[in-house]
C-alpha cells in the first residue's frame, strides 16, 4: 500500500504497512488484506504514485498561489503528468539490468527491441506462474538449481528462447546512449534472495519459541543476496501452498 504519506520528497517510498515480495511473479498481486479492490496491486503502483504527485502538486499549488491555486496547478501539471513515462524508461533500464544488460548503451532501437522481449518474459512467467527471482536467474544464466519448483517443459522451452534473445543482446550491443538511466546500485548483480513472507513467518514463530537461530541464520542470508550461500532453502525456496501467508496488514 503506496498512500500518499509513503512516499517522501526524495522520491523513495518509505514506512510501508502491509507489504512483501513477489514469489510467482502476479501482476495482480495485492497484499493489503483490506485492499479489496486491488488500488495497490503490484501493476497498479506507477499510476499510484503518479497519483501521489498529483496530490503533492495540489499542495504546492496552495502555497504558491494561495488566492488562485487552481492557475499554480495548471503551470505544475506538465511536471507531474511526465512521471509516467519516466517511471517506464527507468523500470525497463533496471529490468534489463537484473537480467545483465546495460539498457543506456543500447540505440534507441535495441531499446525498443529489448523492452519487447522484457515484456515477453514477464508476461511467460505471469502466464504460468514463475518464481519471480527464480526466474530472473534463470533468465540471467544461471542453470543448475535455479528452480526449486521445476517449471513444466513448456515453461522451460518459452523462458530459454527468451533467455537467448537476451544474450544476443549482451553478444551484440549496439553503440548508443539515448538516455541517463540511474541504475540502483547492485541491481546488475545476480539477486539469489528476498525476503519471502514465509520466511520471516518462520523465523517469528521459532523466535516465539525461545529459539532466534533460525532469524540470525536468515539474517545472515539477507546481508549478502547477491551470493549463493549453504543451507538457504528457508529463504531461496518458492514457498509450499500451506506456508504463505494469507493475511498482511499494518504491523504484519
Known sequence: VMNTDNMAL????IDFGPCAFLDEYDPHAVWSSIDHHSRYAYQ?????ARWNLSVLAQTVA????????????QKLEPIWTQFESQFAAHREACFA??????FGDLSVDSQSKISKTLEQALQTMAKYGVDFTQGLLFLRGEEEGVFTHAPAPSVAVELTAIKLQLEDFKKNPSAGTSGDFDVPRGLNRKLYYVPRNHAIEAVITSAHQGEVQPFLDLLQILQNPFERHP?????YRHPEPQERVGATFCGT
Request: proline residues 9%; negative net charge.
Open 231 to 235: 543451507n538457504d532453502a528457508i529463504v
Open 10 to 13: 526524495s522520491g523513495q517510498s
Open 97 to 102: 539490468a537484473r537480467l545483465g544488460v546495460s
Open 44 to 48: 497498479n503502483q506507477p499510476a499510484i
Open 62 to 73: 496552495v502555497a504558491l498561489n494561495p488566492q488562485k491555486p487552481e492557475d499554480a496547478l
